[in-house]
């Protein structure tokens, strides 16, 4: 998922993460412009400009006149702070997305092994399918990645391939998207027999009773 997929309608999570992204792009370089900074981060010109609006409003940067009617931003010590606890609060979550990911799939290809389901395939190439490749489990090899939108032959040293049928002889799922995962399963267990694929409950989708 691509930074605009990410933060073109902010929620809470994303408003920190431009947040952080502003902070971090003026501290890099002061001369930074409204039209870098939303080209850096992947999102519209207009948000960006209120980003940096509401950040100078928050006293976390301040903003000077600068030659040819341009502006420079500077971090304000409480920018610097703010700076500080946004990254410190983005690299928990990131541990503890990677610490949940890594159980969950280590889990389910630990299920498929108790079951004899020997060749797996991950649905979807993200973040959550890197994660998925470094688990293990006796006699479970990962096999492909299925993602009819990614556009490229691999990903995290698997091949990708654009449809389940591509992939040849599997014995399950692992739903590894990230990008409206419960549209994903919807229209994946349409068909592919729904017990055979493995949701990861930090996906949060209502699965499919069997």
């Known amino acids: 998922m691509s930074n605009a997929e990410r933060i073109s309608t ?23 412009t409204q039209r870098s900074v ?30 040819a009617n341009r502006y420079a931003y500077y971090l304000t010590p ?4 703010e700076k500080s606890r946004l990254t410190a609060e983005y690299l928990s979550d990131s541990f503890r997305f990677f610490r949940s990911a890594r159980n969950q799939c280590t889990e389910a290809l630990l299920t498929a092994s108790q079951r004899g389901w020997t ?3 991950l649905y979807g190439a993200s973040e959550l399918a890197e994660v998925a490749s ?10 492909a ?16 391939v654009g449809s389940i049928e591509a992939v040849g002889e ?3 799922l ?10 994903a399963y919807d229209s994946l267990i349409k068909s592919f027999p729904a017990q055979r694929v493995f949701v990861p409950s930090l996906l949060r989708i209502s699965e499919a009773q069997s």
């Open 174 to 183: 692992l739903l590894t998207t990230l990008a409206d995962p419960q549209a």
């Open 38 to 67: 939303a080209q850096e981060l992947g999102i519209a010109l207009g948000l960006a400009n209120a980003y940096l609006k509401r950040c100078a409003k928050k006293g976390l940067i301040k903003v000077s006149q600068a030659p």
């Open 134 to 143: 470094l688990c293990e489990a006796a006699d479970v090899s990962i096999v």
């Open 10 to 32: 902010p929620g809470k999570a994303d408003d920190a993460e431009i947040t952080l992204g502003i902070l971090n792009a003026v501290h890099e370089n002061e001369r930074i």
């Open 170 to 172: 599997i014995d399950a």
């Open 145 to 160: 990645i299925v993602d009819p939108d990614y556009g490229h032959d691999s990903f995290a040293q698997f091949p990708v």
């Open 78 to 81: 409480q920018g610097f702070a």
């Open 119 to 121: 060749r797996i395939a």
